[in-house]
């Protein structure tokens, strides 16, 4: 079993910056891929970037590549999300997320465990 909690969210103007941190409870972190998602009022929840199990791997959405950067801290049991030049259409609600198996997945579906989210509001 794995306990995720996120933090870091809040309101900025656009062309802000802000970084999301996920701690994980348990032992066995450095086992699990990693995953943010997030969902926008009256959306589906969507992928936003993921990383393998050593960090050595990450996958964006295409929305956000050159924008946002996700790593990890496996002696710390924590995954990051820094967002840089934030738009408006990144308000949503950020989900961490950890996958067995260690690779990277897209899917919602892909993932075993889920915080409980984070609001991050961009002003225009």
């Known amino acids: 079993q794995v306990q995720l909690v996120e933090s870091g969210g809040g309101l900025v103007q656009a062309g802000d910056s802000l970084r999301l941190s996920c701690a994980a409870s348990g032992r066995t972190f450095n086992t699990y891929a990693m995953g943010w ?29 050159g924008r946002f950067t996700i790593s990890r801290d496996n002696a710390k049991n924590t995954v990051y999300l820094q967002m840089n030049s934030l738009k408006p259409e990144d308000t949503a609600v950020y989900y961490c997320a950890a996958r067995r198996g260690g690779t990277i997945g897209i899917g919602v579906i892909e993932y075993d465990y889920w915080g409980q989210g984070t609001q991050v509001t961009v002003s225009s």
């Open 37 to 65: 998602f997030r969902q926008a009022p009256g959306k589906e929840r969507e992928f936003v970037a993921g990383i393998n199990w050593g960090g050595g791997r990450t996958r964006y959405a295409d929305s956000v590549k």
